[in-house]
């Protein structure tokens, strides 16, 4: 079945430092990818999102590129802050099938 | 607009009670989804209602989780004799679901107790 693979946390940055979290999947037909976050004490919440191969998502300064050839959808920011600081969830919706497969979640600290 | 909601927020039940969670989905949202986020297990998919098809009950880990959903809108996800393996967070979403690629809007979650 389909399955969503994050690199394991958690991962300490410092302030204004780069990020990458990795996701890479497995599905049969060509799914839609998102990054959910969820920051502490409030529900989760849609972060970026993309519905075909090369698309690239982005919203608050995080980017995410859906690479077809490598099955992955790794979220980038080039300069992170202290309020970035939550717990990130990649995730798929096969073509018809609604349901979204979460990978396991990472959990990002940000020290400033 | 107001987002999605759910009640109780938190619930601690005794192992063999039932539990009745609520979820209000955004209004005009069809599409409503329960999962379930526990630490072992992370985030799970459990029953998704789209209108008035039949659901997709294809997470539901065992015949004691039942879900309805009434006029379309406010949902009730129901787990009969509670287990400690089903204490979690419940979330419910929903979306307007034209496609896959609609964004599903998450309610804060009941967080269940089974002691």
């Known amino acids: 079945g389909d399955s969503v693979t994050q690199m394991e946390g958690p991962v300490t940055l410092s302030e204004e430092a780069f990020l990458t979290i990795n996701c890479t999947y497995t599905a049969t037909g060509y799914p839609s990818l998102f990054w959910y976050v969820q920051y502490p004490g409030e529900g989760l919440q849609l972060l970026l999102k993309a519905t075909k191969a090369d698309d690239k998502g982005s919203n608050k300064g995080f980017e995410a590129t859906y690479r077809k050839e490598t099955t992955s959808f790794h979220l980038e920011k080039g300069s992170v802050q202290v309020s970035d600081s939550a717990v990130y969830f990649c995730a798929l919706s096969e073509v018809g099938a609604q349901k979204l497969v979460f990978g396991q979640g990472t959990r990002l600290t940000i020290n400033p | 607009g107001a987002g999605v909601s759910q009640s109780p927020s938190n619930k601690v039940t005794e192992k063999g009670k039932d539990v009745e969670l609520r979820c209000d989905p955004i209004?005009?949202?069809?599409?409503l989804y329960w999962y379930r986020q526990s630490l072992g297990q992370g985030l799970e998919f459990l029953i998704y209602f789209q209108g008035n098809s039949a659901p997709d009950k294809s997470g539901l880990p065992s015949d004691r989780f039942s879900a309805e959903r009434t006029g379309g809108s406010v949902s009730t996800l129901t787990i009969q004799r509670t287990q400690q393996e089903d204490s979690a967070v419940y979330l419910c979403a929903s979306s307007q679901d034209r496609a896959g690629t609609d964004t599903q809007y998450f309610g804060p979650g009941t967080r269940l107790t089974v002691l």
């Open positions: 209004s005009g949202h069809t599409a």
